[in-house]
């Protein structure tokens, strides 16, 4: 693939996204299920999913060099964690480095996966969660049990006729208050 055309690849897909934003912050606020939605898949279609599955496990695994099996590991890795920004394969290696020894007793998913392909491309948008205890002595009695949910956005490459990692976008839903479910009359 040419790099002009790789370019015009990459900037449909970044507007894409960019231009669901409106969208997004229209939403602020409602209630969002966990509804699963249902795609039919082709078979490269499978094979995200399948490898997307393995990177949840990796991650949960807390081994980085499993993970790293299943993502692009130059420069052009990138990541976005809210508005945490990791530019390239070794910026997030050293983020997950310090992390994930603080990590312990994780469950880590991915679910509802629903990818999109074309050529040597593809995306997918998923439901996330996490559960972990954080090891740490910054925290009083020196852990801290966090439990997120948010939506995730991963945009991928195939090379070497493996689907890999180029980018990935989470967005952590806030947390429910206290006494915020709707009393039922």
Avoid: C
Wanted: charged letters at 30%.
């Amino acid at each position: 693939m040419s790099l002009s055309k790789y370019l015009v690849a990459a900037l449909a897909v970044v507007f894409m996204v960019l231009g669901n934003a409106g969208a997004v912050l229209s939403h602020e606020g409602e209630k969002h299920d966990d509804k699963k939605m249902v795609q039919k898949l082709s078979a490269q279609g499978k094979r995200v999913v399948e490898m997307l599955e393995k990177y949840a496990a990796a991650v949960q695994s807390g081994d980085i060099s499993e993970m790293e099996k299943y993502v692009v590991t130059d420069e052009g890795f990138s990541s976005l964690e809210g508005t945490f920004e990791d530019q390239g394969w070794a910026s997030y290696r050293k983020h997950m480095e310090a992390e994930m020894p603080m990590f312990n007793d994780m469950t880590y998913s991915l679910t509802n996966i629903r990818p999109y392909v074309k050529r040597k491309m593809a995306y997918a948008t998923m439901d996330y969660a996490m559960k972990v205890t954080i090891l740490s002595d910054k925290f009083e009695g020196g852990k801290h049990k966090l439990d997120m949910k948010g939506k995730a956005t991963i945009i991928m490459v195939k090379s070497n006729d493996q689907w890999k990692i180029r980018h990935l976008h989470t967005a952590r839903a806030k947390a429910k208050k206290p006494g915020s479910e709707k009393q039922a009359h």
